[in-house]
């Protein structure tokens, strides 16, 4: 099933920066997130640059080329945190002269200050979580922030020098009426963004609305929400280029599509969650301990490095390369996983009989009906890769 295994010093490289703190846990969130409005900055730097050892090792002589720190709610974190940081990271790793550093922010930990020392820190991208623009909806998401605050926010981010700002909205939230979730999306626009994540809100395991589901709209009218939402971000000037992610020309998020290309990525912070390919072609999944108080004490945080096999470095490539609009390329499959994509022309073939692929120009691709049904697809994927195991 395999042919040369992946060449790392050929691959882009990445970091995930992980924050694990919030003024206060939304009950859809199950992301690794805990309550504190007064996180212990200077203790957790020190953490973050011991563990910067350790990942500068792992990336074996290879510059970044994106940073994006997430969490939690990064921007509870001062200017001065980031500025030492990023200097860290470019001394012991280095950083590409046209880096993307991305920092996520909460509408509700945020000012003008602030968004002026991050841009003066080297974050040249934004990330607003703004949900909602409709004040009932945030109330009932749980957000800190009123729809002026996400306003404002977008226009501190501007007047700081920001040219990539994303706005994080969802639909699908409890009550919400197709109309009103894109009299939201049409907010949305108002203010400008170079890029959007637009996304169904789904309930999570181990979240408050797991525990206590609230009311959401049917399949159907979901269906027709995204339908008409598409076309309004279409003639608003973004295109489509992944499940959920829209951008302006030139501005679609480069972090993530290193992920979604099968990539490398490394991992700083509790909770972080890493990707590396070795000298000797081994691909590994870690992670760093999940607790913040285990992080902050620990001597090397790595937990769970797991070396994937030749079936699940193929699932993956499909995995994450089927979520773009655009596909994947042939010729990055072999080089990028170590499989012969031959191997399983005839599931290929099939998929695309089938109406949920396209292979055109030398590009493997899910049709609308396939991006609507990406699980089966993966799913089809997974026998044909099983049996030449």
Known sequence: MTSPLPDPAKLPLSLYIHVPWCVRKCPYCDFNSHENADPPEQTYLEALLRDLDTEAARADGRTLQTIFIGGGTPSLMSAHFYDRLLAAIDDRIGLADNAEITLEANPGASDQARFDGYREAGINRLSIGVQSLDADKLAALGRIHDPQQARDAVGHARRAGFERINLDLMHGLPGQTSQQALDDLARAL???????SWYELTLEPNTAFWSRPPALPDPDQIADTEDAGFALLADAGFRRYEISAFAHPDQACRHNLNYWQFGDYLALGAGAHGKITGA????????KTRQPDHYLNALDPTRAMQALSPAERALEFFLNGLRLID?????????RTGNRLDLISEDLSQLVSDGLLTDENGRLACTALGIRHLNS????????LARHS
Not at 190 to 196: E, I, V
């Open 377 to 384: 697809v993966l799913a089809r994927l997974e026998q044909g």
């Open 327 to 335: 596909g994947v390329a042939r010729a990055s499959y072999a080089p």
């Open 280 to 287: 000797d072609g081994r691909i590994c999944r870690y992670q």
């Open 190 to 196: 108002d203010l400008g963004p170079d890029h959007l």
